[in-house]
């Protein structure tokens, strides 16, 4: 079979998919950092984005997921006690693969390269049941296809196994969530990765300019950047087990920071030198070493990490279309480059050297973009204040975050560079409004159900089988029925207690579905619907506990994430 990727725009020109827009941020990063790269090399004809994504993703049997209307209607489990075991021994991320999973990948990889989807990897992750896959990287459009393509592929392949393949970046509580992390990068048609140190003065010169570049332009976007990867799935992740924080910073690790640091805080024509052997030597420093290609942060936790010669967008959710971030990322790129051009031509104008220029300019850059730099661990209350303090993006309500795409310099920055117009990101805008409002409301709408006709008659039933029995019990003299008792009084306020907070979350959505703008919509589900699911979640967890297993109405954790 022949995929044919197809673009789809409307009659008055407007683009209606993401393929449109992604050919547009590359078409846009090419014309920036070639004539950028022209400052080094006048051979540079063109510069090509590239991605290689990293697929995470669940497996459960299909015969549970059957059972967990849950599962089969939202993509997660709205309810379920943690496991006893989970991931806290690490023992599935470094066991081996279970043999039925094996043969799962080998026919998914057969499938693959049948389309052309050059996958290469292949392991368990740290959550049981989840594991991942990643192919070689591509040009990112190509790129983008082929991780399209695949999720598709995977719910074909998973069914004929007997699996369900879960792509929702949260489906079980309390473990590791599954994202795809982008590691993006730019190289030219002279076979030069721009983001990868030199031998050469020249060829180092040319890569800190385009880190410093991508530093710069991360920071100027943070939040523009968050509300590319936001969902109301990723939002689960994001900041939990493992997955980096809403905040959107960069880790550059202690030998990038050091270079950049020196070079910042160098004065006059104290310049940055460059040697030969790929090494850094500057005034104050008498060496750095190569730059190590493993030279990430160990605890995993920065959303935005170079990592030796590309950075890595962690952030992105296991369900996303990559093309959403890459825009993102490559547009804010070729905005970038094109100040920084500006900014270099103006003092070589001005009778400045164009090494001389191009030292100054970065130099201020540097300082101006140091607060998104964060090495640290982005789990902590402190990263959190210190972020705010900062000037960095902090919401956390999935709605406001969307508004990062109507900002003023938004808009500014894609209609410059010609990748979406303002009508364009205006409806983008208002759909993920409507999309994260029908999936609040899709959840809230399951977690009643569950509650009020499983949950309540099951857990009223088991209490029953109690009271019968402390009943039988005061007939015999000399019996004590005072834990039975005090466990009837548990379910007792476990039940009433989801009774009366599914009542409230069903009004206030009644509330919430009179609102007719799609931003109050949206933000009155988040503030005032989904409030309550974790609060009727605890509930029933908690009866999950008491009541008897046999009864139980839906299968447990302990069952749904170790495979037989």
């Not at 390269?113 to 292949?122: A, F, H, Q, S, Y």
């Not at 598709?152 to 879960?166: E, Q, S, W």
């Not at 500014?412 to 999936?439: I, Q």
Request: aromatic share 10%; net charge neutral.
């Amino acid at each position: 079979t022949l995929y044919i990727p197809t673009v789809f725009i409307a009659y008055t020109g407007e683009a209606l998919d993401y393929k449109v827009p992604l050919l547009r941020s590359i078409t846009a990063v090419n014309k920036a950092a070639t004539e950028v790269c022209r400052y080094f090399d006048k051979n540079v004809q063109r510069v090509v984005s590239y991605l290689g994504w990293e697929q995470e993703y669940f497996l459960v049997d299909e015969s549970l997921w059957a059972v967990r209307p849950d599962l089969m209607l939202t993509g997660r489990t709205l309810m379920g006690h943690e496991s006893a075991k989970n991931q806290q021994l690490e023992d599935h991320y470094f066991g081996a693969i279970p043999t039925r999973v094996m043969a799962f990948m080998k026919d998914l990889e057969y499938e693959c390269l049948k389309l052309g989807i050059p996958v290469k990897t292949r392991h368990n992750e740290v959550a049981p049941n989840q594991f991942e896959l990643a192919p070689v990287y591509e040009e990112a459009n190509l790129a983008n296809d082929h991780n399209q393509l695949l999720m598709t592929v995977m719910d074909k392949i998973a069914r004929r196994h007997r699996f369900r393949v879960l792509l929702h970046e949260k489906p079980f509580k309390g473990i590791n969530g599954s994202g795809k992390h982008n590691n993006w990068s730019l190289g030219t048609d002279t076979g030069v990765n721009l983001f990868g140190p030199g031998k050469t003065a020249s060829e180092n010169l040319q890569f800190i300019a385009f880190l410093v570049n991508a530093i710069s332009a991360v920071y100027k976007f943070n939040g523009l950047l968050k509300a590319s990867i936001m969902s109301a799935t990723n939002a689960h992740r994001l900041g939990a087990n493992e997955a980096p924080p809403a905040i959107i910073s960069t880790f550059l690790g202690t030998q990038v920071s050091a270079v950049l640091d020196k070079l910042a805080a160098s004065k006059g024509d104290d310049a940055i030198r460059f040697d030969a052997k790929n090494v850094f030597k500057m005034s104050g420093i008498s060496h750095i070493p190569t730059l190590l290609l493993d030279n990430t942060d160990r605890n995993r936790t920065s959303p935005f990490a170079f990592t030796g010669n590309r950075f890595e967008f962690r952030a992105v959710g296991s369900s996303d279309n990559c093309a959403e971030a890459m825009i993102v990322l490559n547009t804010a790129m070729a905005y970038e480059l094109t100040e920084f051009r500006k900014k270099v031509d103006a003092k070589i104008e001005a009778g400045m050297k164009k090494e001389k220029a191009i030292y100054e300019v970065l130099k201020q850059m540097i300082k101006a973009c140091k607060a998104v730099r964060f090495d640290g661990n982005g789990y902590s209350d402190e990263w959190k204040a210190e972020a705010k303090k900062r000037g960095l993006d902090c919401e956390t309500s999935t709605p406001l975050i969307f508004e990062r795409y109507l900002d003023k310099a938004t808009l500014e920055m894609f209609g410059l560079m010609g990748v979406f117009t303002d009508v364009e990101l205006e409806a983008r805008t208002e759909v993920k409004w409507e999309t994260y409002t029908k999936k609040i409301q899709i959840e809230g709408r399951v977690l009643g159900d569950l509650a009020m006709n499983h949950i309540v008659p099951i857990a009223s039933k088991y209490e029953a089988l109690l009271l019968d029995k402390v009943y039988k019990m005061s007939q015999i003299p000399g019996l004590n029925a005072s834990a039975d008792i005090a466990l009837i009084k548990k379910i007792q306020y476990h039940t009433a207690e989801i009774q009366r907070l599914t009542g409230e979350m069903i009004d206030a959505r009644k509330k919430a579905n009179k609102i007719e703008q799609m931003r109050e919509k949206a933000i009155a589900y988040h503030d005032t619907v989904s409030v309550f699911f974790d609060e009727i979640r605890r509930h029933i967890d908690k009866l999950e506990e008491i009541v008897d297993d046999q009864m139980w109405p839906l299968p447990k954790y302990r069952e749904l994430l170790f495979l037989r």
